[in-house]
């Protein structure tokens, strides 16, 4: 039935005017289509900030480079840090959420598609804000265009003394309007989940990617606030003469460094919630098991979001905090391993036993198992005040941060793009191409980011733009550099691989992965509507159910 | 909601799932909670850090009479929605305008405060961190009280052309809610600025 719907909607759309079609793209307000308009925009911006990132890594390759000046390099990084959270990994993981969440709880659409739309294009605009600075953000002065006030935008460098003309401008006002886009959506999320599920969808019996959005949205609401307060304080200093972050006035610097890390850290687990909601969604399908441990990995996500609001400091031992905040801030960054290394074991312990088909996204998810480990154990190396004293500010962090970033969640995002893309265009990915795509960005990843702790170790500093030969750094830049060109010929395979599958890919049909959410229930893509009568279900895989009806999950939960 | 009516009937037991505006609004509640907890940690952390005069003390009066009225504006706004869900146009029309009566006066209390500092004790953003802080975080709020004021003439406007009825009092009470919320902050903002931060 649901065939029929899309084969005469093919044949609707074969005869259109592309206009048309873009129009309807443009004033669309289904969660379908947001979802992969948010993944298309951070995609176009991964493959800026990507060359951003190749730019820095050619100067820093050997030592006194000229490649590009100071000011250039200050912009790149400045722009690379901004880009890659608020443009590429924010997006990404709400154009996930959006495509998923109400396929997977029943629903027909968010609870509020108009505002789903309204902060997608407040999103897409502050990205468009922020790059219009490289043309438009001379301002009078002449001075300088892009931001170059490095992502945290320390006080007091965006003072009209330290950053004159607009660019720090286009900066806070691109980040707060990007927030705003944020709250929208999340908002939207929580109440889709709380007031849209279908018949039988308990709580307790949502898919984790359901759960850990719903923490994940919980988390945007109490933490990026507090950035766009910072915001609107940073705009009051420079537009109207405000003394917030003014020492002079009396002012704080440090405040602005509290108020941004009340959002810094708790961002990464914005970011990387949404990654272990595709683990814990990717895993068991390919093990062939549910998920070990669903009460435990729900519990051990919300135990994250809450400790996870009390650990911001620790980006900020070096400021010369009391030794009552400093051992605070250790135990609670101590703390956040455990419900973390919980939900590490449940994954294994879902894999323990089970026959495991290593098909592409499975790789990217194995290799987030290995890689977000070693990431946690640098985060705990660097969670400890003393350690923290000497390599604060050095490669070493650089080297942390990226483990995490890209190492944990874009590795995820990856496994997810390879997961879902049947069910968002009917068609499947190349499993050639990606094990390919995936091999080499493996090697790309530990060539860079192994590579990169070492000369962070041995004390290069990290936002520098030269350095000086014979310190021990030169051969790891050299093998940082290259690792970031196979990463970058690994990413360019991936998009090929998009292309090449969305046009020639064997056809998928509704669940070529033999899975148990909901949104393998209906045809790939969906239709508009997604359900042509809403699902009641029994149990926390209720395709299982569908599928096997003389041994169906709900006798047993 | 109107989707899953039809399964309701199949199913056994009642599949009952909250008003998702008023999970939005709730939402938005959390957020904007988080805005003003940093805007008033700012001012606590600044309270008494002013490098040069005027001091909250040298000029700030407590403004008791416009907070009575945005207080009491929390009450009227309760009683209209009570009243239109019981299908009360009436009632429900005269506490709605007297609810944007009672936050227009609160309104302009804070002009009227604004003006004699401004004026008489020469008090602006840019003179010193009292300025800046207090400023900045009144002016968050009347810039909410604003906001509400807008929406609730909007409202008031459809009630007097005869468009809101007892159907449309769930999403009164969306507004309803947010309106409370935008008295409660003024509670905290009270307390912050006219007893602490003295």
């Known amino acids: 039935m649901s065939s029929d719907a899309i084969a005469i909607r093919a044949a609707e759309i074969e005869g259109r005017p592309w206009v048309e079609t873009l129009h309807d793209w443009i004033t669309t307000v289904d969660h379908k289509r947001l979802g992969i308009l948010y993944i298309l925009f951070s995609l176009l911006f991964l493959v800026i900030g990507g060359i951003e990132a190749t730019i820095m890594r050619v100067q820093l390759m050997r030592p006194h480079s000229d490649f590009v000046p100071p000011q250039v390099f200050n912009r790149m990084f400045t722009m690379h840090g901004t880009t890659m959270i608020f443009f590429v990994a924010m997006p990404i993981v709400f154009g996930f959420a ?7 709880v029943g629903a027909r659409d968010m609870a509020f598609p108009r505002l789903n739309a309204f902060s997608f294009w407040l999103t897409a ?3 468009i804000l922020l790059y219009f600075s490289f043309v438009g953000g001379s301002g009078l002065y002449g001075a300088g265009n892009a931001p170059d006030v490095g992502w945290w935008a320390y006080a007091p460098l965006t003072s009209r003394a330290f950053s004159p003309g607009h660019s720090s401008d286009y900066w806070t006002v691109a980040v707060l309007v990007s927030g705003f886009g944020s709250i929208g959506t999340a908002t939207n999320i929580i109440a889709t989940i709380f007031s849209m599920r279908c018949p039988g969808m308990t709580l307790g019996r949502m898919p984790l990617m359901a759960w850990l959005s719903l923490v994940m949205s919980g988390l945007v609401l109490i933490t990026i606030t507090p950035l766009s307060a910072a915001q609107i304080m940073l705009l009051v200093d420079r537009y109207l003469g405000g003394h917030f972050f003014d020492t002079q006035a009396g002012g704080s610097a440090a405040l602005w460094m509290h108020f941004f890390w009340i959002f810094g850290h708790p961002e990464v687990y914005i970011l990387v919630i949404p990654a272990f909601a595709i683990a814990s969604e990717i895993i068991p399908v390919f093990s062939r098991k549910p998920i070990f441990g669903y009460p435990i990995m729900v519990a051990a996500t919300v135990c994250i979001g809450f400790i996870s609001m009390s650990v911001w400091a620790h980006h900020m031992f070096t400021i010369g905090m009391n030794s009552t905040a400093n051992t605070f801030f250790v135990l609670t960054t101590m703390a956040i391993s455990v419900p973390t290394g919980i939900k590490i074991f449940n994954w294994i312990g879902t894999m323990w036993g089970g026959k495991i088909q290593f098909k592409t996204p499975m790789l990217f998810c194995i290799a987030f198992l290995f890689q977000f480990l070693i990431a946690g154990l640098t985060g705990i190396m660097l969670g400890a005040a003393p350690f923290n004293w000497q390599l604060s500010g050095s490669y070493f962090v650089v080297a942390h941060f990226h483990y995490v970033i890209v190492g944990a969640i874009l590795f995820c995002i990856f496994g997810g793009f390879y997961y879902w893309f049947p069910k968002a265009t009917g068609r499947m990915l190349d499993e050639r191409l990606g094990k390919l795509h995936f091999w080499l960005f493996v090697i790309g990843f530990h060539l860079t980011f192994d590579a990169m702790h070492i000369p962070g170790l041995l004390g290069m500093p990290r936002r520098i733009y030269t350095y000086e030969p014979g310190r021990g750094w030169d051969t790891w830049n050299v093998i940082v550099t290259i690792g970031t060109f196979i990463q970058g010929i690994a990413t360019l395979i991936f998009v090929a691989n998009l292309i090449f599958s969305y046009f020639k890919g064997p056809k998928a049909g509704n669940d070529p992965w033999d899975a148990w959410t909901l949104e393998w229930s209906v045809s790939s893509p969906p239709p508009a509507y997604n359900f042509a009568t809403i699902p009641t279900v029994a149990s926390r895989r209720p395709l299982w159910d569908k599928k096997h009806p003389e041994d169906p999950d709900s006798r047993y939960e | 909601m109107s989707a899953i009516t039809t399964p ?7 599949w009952r799932l909250p008003y998702r505006g008023k999970v939005g609004m709730a939402c938005l509640i959390i957020a904007e909670s988080a805005i003003f907890t940093i805007f008033v940690v700012a001012y606590l952390f600044y309270a008494g850090k002013s490098m040069t005069g005027p001091t909250p003390r040298e000029v700030l009066e407590t403004p008791i009479f416009f907070t009575i009225c945005l207080l009491s504006s929390s009450l009227t706004i309760h009683f209209a929605e009570k009243f239109l869900e019981r299908g009360g146009r009436g009632a429900f029309l005269g506490l709605w305008f007297l609810t944007i009566l009672l936050g227009g006066l609160f309104l302009f209390g804070t002009g009227r405060e604004w003006h004699r500092l401004i004026y008489e004790h020469g008090l602006t953003i840019s003179t010193n961190l009292f ?26 406007l459809f009630g007097l052309a005869g468009r809101v009825g007892s159907e449309q009092s769930a999403r009164v009470g969306v507004l309803s809610m947010y309106w409370h919320f935008v008295d409660a902050v003024w509670v905290v903002v009270f307390t912050v600025v006219y007893i602490l931060g003295r």
């Open chain 2, 8 to 14: 309701l009937a199949q199913t056994p037991g009642a």
């Open chain 2, 131 to 156: 300025g800046t802080t207090y400023y900045s975080l009144v002016g968050l709020h009347a810039f909410h009280v604003t906001v509400g004021l807008i929406m609730l003439s909007i409202v008031f």
């Open chain 1, 98 to 104: 959006n495509y998923l969440v109400p396929l997977m």
């Open chain 1, 125 to 127: 605009f502050s990205g």
